[in-house]
């Protein structure tokens, strides 16, 4: 991939012969067109392949979360692809015949926001959950109106759901209800502290799973 400014006919975007030409995170660039071929897929590539999918459908799944909270946007790489880096070496493990999400290595945000501090996870009525904390405010950059984050992940249905101002880091506690459907199923947590104005943000704590009620 190359980038160009000002080019003899000015920025463009599409295919024009053997090239592509798009915008990229702000700058025009040029990609030549993928050579077509005839090799089968190694059994490596093959499993790289289900791997990156993997990956993909849970991120997809808490994208809002990632899109404000994973990473920075003063790097090359989108909050996504820098998210996508860390799932692809640390938070998979290959249990044949899929690859499955390492719970506690799992993270859906990244930042330097002080956490959750003391969380307890327990079952609550009409399948919702109850998390529990400690409040932290005052410490470091910790305020006592930090937003709390919650993502919910069920894998038997593959079911997400997720809440991105669940309580006030002062509350010390919230409940969070979810699909009916769910009761009887053991779901996993995660939550993070979020500045009311998005600008900070801690790395997501893993809080253990659930059997719902």
């Given amino acids: 991939m190359g980038t160009y400014n000002k080019g003899i006919l000015g920025a463009f975007s599409g295919k024009v012969g053997p090239v592509v030409g798009a915008s990229w995170r702000g700058k ?32 997809n799944s808490v994208q809002p979360i990632i899109s404000k909270y994973y990473g920075s946007d003063n790097t090359d790489k989108t909050r996504r692809n820098q998210a996508m880096s860390y799932f692809m070496k640390e938070a998979l493990l290959y249990v044949a015949p899929n690859f499955q999400l390492i719970y506690n290595k799992v993270q859906i945000g990244k930042g330097d926001l002080l956490g959750i501090q003391n969380p307890t996870l327990t079952a609550a009525a009409a399948t919702s959950i109850d998390i529990t904390w400690t409040n932290n405010s005052g410490q470091g950059q910790a305020l006592a109106t930090d937003k709390l984050v919650i993502a919910v992940y069920e894998p038997t249905t593959k079911t997400t759901t997720y809440s991105l101002n669940a309580g006030e880091r002062a509350d010390g506690t919230t ?18 502290f979020a500045s009311a104005d998005d600008k900070l943000y801690a790395t997501s704590m893993y809080l253990g799973n659930v059997v719902l009620t």
């Fill in 175 to 192: 409940n969070l209800i979810l699909p009916a459907y769910l009761s009887g199923l053991t779901a996993q947590v995660w939550a993070l």
């Fill in 28 to 59: 025009d660039v040029l990609r030549s067109l993928p050579r077509k071929g005839n090799r089968v897929a190694t059994e490596t590539q093959l499993l790289q392949r289900l791997k990156f999918s993997t990956a993909t459908e849970f991120i």
